[in-house]
């Protein structure tokens, strides 16, 4: 198991300056303490035995392979952003614009016409990757970016797609990414949960089982952080530390002893980590997420000084992710608000397309590229992975003229840092942007090269649950090889 990371509570030990000896009845300060050296080891190994550890309560599986990723952020932009409008151009259809849409493997509705893109793109870096217009910020980033265009999923249903996202599954009730990753490799700090949702004030269509530890057990599901006001409610302390430690050792106390007398129980020995972590939380997670001791320099570069809210808060969480992997959270997902896509996720613009991605655009283009940069300046990209991912695309016709529908069957996702090849485009899709063509990859492929990148095989991280051994991808995925740098 990986050694919990003592990087946020330094004891400093004081010495006496006085050469003197003190005494202590018949003992000089030189006898005490020779008398007593021998506890001192017994007591660091008392401390070290009440690691959960070693008391069994956890059993991290660790790394099958070295990692070249050792945290992940996660970047989710639900209602499904348009490929066709954002990273992978198609001059086609700006030929066909208004025509009837017909398509020989593609079931296009009544009165449906090809819709062109309402955007220019442009080459940009060193790799010449083509972006549009609405990602100004995020084009300057193209040399640092894997951008996969043939991704394909298996549902235009937002709650379904999102789940099969998250989870590999098309239903609820199995773990999510971030808890398959924190289950194999723990966290780096112990005072720290290694699951932090950076929640941008919506939850996606899914809801919480987006997020979920499923039958993992709870201790590896996601912390949520609010992106306004209170970031996370009851953690401030009620008690003096003596008494709520005593309180806490009451509770655990009587939980175990519940648990004992049903034969043990992993919800509730879950539930005592999650005391203990809600007790060592409530120093540090107010420390990392507070944002006043960052330099003018840093707010400016992810946009802390828009007037525009949402923007705003957007740019607070990605901050905030880069603080929480720097404090050594393990998977930090950010989500953004559902302010032009109504309950179906931000970007679902089933009607003005232009207004609706525009204003997404606006509010995310800036603080992702804030972080992208802001993590390689610090050294920290090399060992930080970041995944730019929606649910699905947007369809390459219309029904109403200006908007687009969902579109499972090719879709675009990028990746960033963390042993991936950078200045890449992969794959692709057809000319009208319909069906994902070269180099196809799924969500099991997406999923199993995620898990490679941090040091994990998709096919050995497993847990024994309804008497078989489950994975995250099950039978299917395959490590995308050609990401990997």
Known sequence: ????????????????????????????????????????????????????????????????????????????????????????????????????????????????????????????????????????????????????????????????????????????????????????????????????????????????????????????????VKADGVPVHNLAPADVDPIQRAKLSAVIESDRTFAESQGGSDAIESAIRNYELAYRMQSLLPDVLDLSRETAQTKRLYGLETSETEARLYATQCLRARRLIEAGVRFVEVTCAEVYGGDNGTWDQHTDLKKGHEGNARITDRPVAALLKDLKARGMLDETLVVWATEFGRTPDTGNGDGRDHHETGFTIWLAGGGVRNGLVYGNTDELGVHAVESVTTIHDLHATILHLVGLDHERLTYRFGGRDISLTDVHGRVVSDLIA
């Open 1 to 224: 198991m990986r050694p919990h990371s003592d990087d946020t509570r330094r004891r400093n030990a004081r010495g006496s300056s006085r050469s003197e000896r003190l005494t202590c009845g018949n003992f000089s300060r030189r006898a005490m303490l020779g008398a007593t050296a021998s506890g001192f080891g017994m007591t660091a190994l008392s401390a070290l035995m009440a690691e959960e550890s070693y008391a069994g309560l956890s059993a991290i599986p660790g790394p099958h392979h070295e990692p070249t990723a050792k945290n992940v952020v996660f970047l989710f932009m639900a209602g499904g952003v348009s490929h066709l409008d954002t990273f992978d151009p198609k001059p086609k259809l700006a030929e066909l614009d208004g025509t009837k849409a017909t398509l020989d493997n593609y079931t296009a509705g009544p009165n449906r016409k090809w819709l062109a893109s309402p955007w220019n793109f442009s080459r940009h870096g060193e790799s010449g990757a083509l972006v549009s217009e609405l990602f100004p910020h995020v084009a300057t980033c193209v040399d640092d970016l894997a951008i996969v265009r043939s991704m394909k999923s298996d549902f235009p249903l937002h709650p379904r797609s999102n789940i099969k996202l998250h989870t590999g599954r098309n239903v609820g009730g199995h773990p999510s990414l971030g808890s398959w990753i924190t289950y194999g490799l723990g966290t780096e700090n112990r005072d720290l949960p290694g699951y932090v949702l950076l929640d941008g004030g919506a939850v996606p269509p899914g809801g919480v089982e987006n997020f979920s530890s499923g039958f993992l057990p709870a201790s590896h599901q996601a912390t949520s």
